[in-house]
């Protein structure tokens, strides 16, 4: 199996979590830095986190968990994002620390989302990226519709893994707003680990559980009344493909939460944005 790629500073472990997953974590700075975990999304792992690391790893202790089934992280059964949501709450209990910072990017993003809600006395705040909230009223989802449209195919079994590794490189030229970060040898790190059956299985079952087991709940209410106890940013690319009403509306849901439209930028936040998204960690999580 390929080593992950090499980033200075970073050191590279595996936690067995007592959810039963077998993660792959790359921590970066000191050790007795306030320490900030870090969620990624599809289709990637840990390394889209590179460059707010070499911002924040002077001055945080961070951990760059690859979800599981994805990057260098176990398989699991369940990849619903609710069980995302309580493997970072296991890192935290693995590694002995009682609170941390998070930020999470696309389904990092929306784990990210459930384990404020789940467990906000373990966060000191959270910064989401390039995902929708939960709070999303029943006719701006079915505005979104069309747009989610590329999500069956890579949901349905045998199809979905075999189409993965095509298109982890065109959906980040597609989904890259900012062209000028672009980094075409970076997207590479990324599609050769898909190219492994397991991790692009794995994807694959991303979609396949939310679509059959996830989305009714949101679109019934599910988190009507539900509010944030922590200081929330989500930063969302004005460029996304997605669009920016799935960003809209989330003030209304916690008395420390609102988004942040970065104009220019597309749907891979911490890769394009990397400053914005280093300074808005500091100020919502230090």
Same mark, same amino acid.
């Given at each position: 199996?390929a080593e992950?790629p090499a980033?200075?500073?970073?050191e590279?472990?595996?936690?067995d979590?007592r959810?039963?997953v077998?993660?792959h974590v790359?921590?970066?700075?000191p050790g007795d830095?306030p320490p900030?975990?870090?969620l990624?999304?599809?289709p ?5 986190w590179r ?7 002077a ?20 990849y619903?994002k609710?069980?995302i949501a309580?493997?970072a709450?296991a890192?935290l ?5 009682e609170r ?5 990017h ?5 784990a990210g ?8 006395e373990r966060?000191?705040?959270y910064?989401?990226?390039g995902?929708a ?6 006719s701006?989802?079915? @505005?979104s *519709?069309p747009?989610?449209?590329y999500q069956?195919?890579i %949901?349905?079994?045998? +199809? !979905?893994?075999? &189409? ?7 959906v980040?030229?597609?989904g890259?707003?900012d ?9 590479e790190a ?11 299985g794995a994807?694959?079952r991303?979609?396949r559980?939310?679509l059959?087991r996830?989305?009714?709940g949101p679109?019934a209410?599910e988190f009507?009344? @539900?509010? *944030?106890a922590l200081p929330?940013?989500l930063?969302y690319g %004005?460029?996304?493909? +997605? !669009?920016?009403a &799935?960003?809209?509306?989330?003030e209304?849901?916690?008395d ?6 970065l ?7 911490p890769e394009?944005r ?5 300074a808005t960690?500091?100020e919502?999580?230090?």
């Amino acid at each position: 199996m390929a080593e992950p790629p090499a980033l200075p500073g970073v050191e590279h472990r595996y936690h067995d979590l007592r959810t039963g997953v077998r993660a792959h974590v790359a921590h970066a700075g000191p050790g007795d830095a306030p320490p900030v975990v870090l969620l990624h999304g599809f289709p990637q792992h840990w390394y889209c986190w590179r460059k707010v690391i070499a911002l924040l790893a002077a001055d945080f202790r961070l951990l760059a968990m690859d979800t599981r089934g994805l990057g260098w992280s176990g398989p699991a059964g369940d990849y619903r994002k609710a069980r995302i949501a309580e493997d970072a709450v296991a890192l935290l209990d693995a590694l002995g620390i009682e609170r941390a910072g998070l930020a999470g990017h696309d389904w990092g993003g929306w784990a990210g989302f459930l384990a404020a809600l789940d467990a906000p006395e373990r966060w000191t705040g959270y910064v989401a990226c390039g995902t929708a909230h939960p709070w999303q009223p029943p006719s701006r989802a079915l @505005r979104s *519709l069309p747009r989610l449209a590329y999500q069956p195919p890579i %949901a349905t079994p045998l +199809l !979905g893994p075999r &189409l993965i590794p095509r298109l982890v490189a065109a959906v980040h030229r597609a989904g890259w707003g900012d062209r000028i970060t672009y980094e075409p040898e970076a997207v590479e790190a990324f599609v050769a680990r898909y190219r492994e059956p397991a991790v692009a299985g794995a994807g694959s079952r991303y979609y396949r559980d939310f679509l059959t087991r996830e989305v009714v709940g949101p679109a019934a209410g599910e988190f009507k009344g @539900r509010r *944030l106890a922590l200081p929330v940013r989500l930063l969302y690319g %004005a460029r996304d493909p +997605l !669009g920016t009403a &799935l960003a809209e509306g989330l003030e209304r849901h916690g008395d420390d939460a609102r988004t942040e439209l970065l104009e220019g930028c597309g749907h891979f936040v911490p890769e394009e944005r990397a400053t914005d998204v280093a300074a808005t960690i500091r100020e919502v999580c230090g």
